[in-house]
């Protein structure tokens, strides 16, 4: 598996993280957003969009912390 992020703004409660957990061949297999500023964590087990768009824009991320966030209550 592969891991990426990328920040985006969220008006009225800052900056957001998204991440994506991907295969190989970078086919989207769960993403997650997280709001650091309010604790949010929106989780989406079975994504819409499959196939990641500009790769080349998004951050590697680590295994450990997308599990960290996806496994958080």
Do not use: H, N
Not at 20 to 40: F, H, M, N, S
């Amino acid at each position: 598996m592969q891991y990426f992020r990328a920040s985006q703004p969220i008006p009225g409660k800052g900056d957001a993280w998204v991440y994506y957990e991907c295969t190989d061949d970078q086919k989207i297999v769960r993403q997650l957003t997280y709001i650091p500023a309010t604790g949010e964590i929106d989780r989406v087990p079975d994504p819409i969009v499959k196939k990641l768009y500009k790769p080349e824009w998004l951050e590697p991320a680590t295994q450990e912390d997308f599990c960290k966030l996806w496994d958080t209550k």
